[in-house]
């Protein structure tokens, strides 16, 4: 499927359905596909970036508190990518995989927002632009699957797997890097790119995979 986009009409596809940022789906046009023929991710990132109406949904990014060098240079680069596309990202805002994403989200420039289980703020990580001090203990994981577009997993333990849980009963996406706490449903990614593309699909209302596709074109 190819993308067009046309700054002043927005984003295409080429069976002439136009893309409704505000109801998050595609609708059929009578008129052709119009404008510059473009991957999922460059469609995304105009829509993050240049739009009025971009997806203000975070991205869940979940993981545990002590992981290995792999994983948290994992997260970094997931979170700088995602900050780049133009995505605010919601994680527990502590340690390890969270210390990490929000590290890459700021070197992006990006938002970060983190939904602490304790009840004062000064326990964030020093990468974290939002804490939000819940003091809710582990219940706060429930949140963060709640208040997520969609979630990627990097690696885990058992609250990661909550997580995970919380977000697949609750039908949202969830993608996997770095061998996560496995659940039925949950979509494995071979790397962070593919996570990202997982996202973008998921923001158009394309299916999974399709945002790799389109970039490929």
């Not at 938002?111 to 004062?120: A, F, K, Q, T, Y």
């Not at 577009?149 to 969830?174: D, H, I, M, N, R």
Request: net charge negative; with cysteine; proline share 8%.
């Amino acid at each position: 499927m190819q993308l067009y986009l046309d700054p002043d009409t927005g984003i295409w596809r080429d069976d002439d359905y136009f893309f409704d940022p505000q109801g998050g789906g595609w609708r059929p046009r009578e008129e052709a596909a119009r404008g510059e023929p473009v991957g999922a991710e460059a469609a995304v990132h105009w829509l993050q970036k240049r739009s009025t109406t971009p997806c203000r949904v975070p991205v869940g990014v979940i993981g545990a508190r002590s992981a290995s060098p792999e994983r948290l240079a994992a997260a970094e680069t997931l979170g700088r990518r995602l900050a780049e596309i133009g995505f605010t990202v919601l994680c527990g805002g502590r340690q390890g995989v969270m210390t990490s994403v929000c590290k890459g989200v700021a070197a992006a420039g990006g938002i970060s927002v983190g939904i602490l289980p304790d009840p004062e703020p000064d326990t964030a990580n020093p990468y974290v632009t939002v804490p939000i001090a819940s003091g809710l203990g582990i219940a706060r994981n429930a949140v963060i699957a709640h208040g997520s577009l969609c979630l990627v997993a990097v690696g885990g333990s058992y609250g990661t797997a909550a997580e995970v849980a919380f977000g697949l009963q609750l039908g949202k996406p969830v993608f996997g890097l770095m061998n996560p706490p496995w659940s039925p449903g949950l979509i494995p990614c071979a790397n962070v790119e593919e996570a990202v593309a997982g996202v973008v699909s998921t923001v158009l209302d394309l299916p999974l995979g399709e945002g790799a596709e389109a970039e490929e074109s």
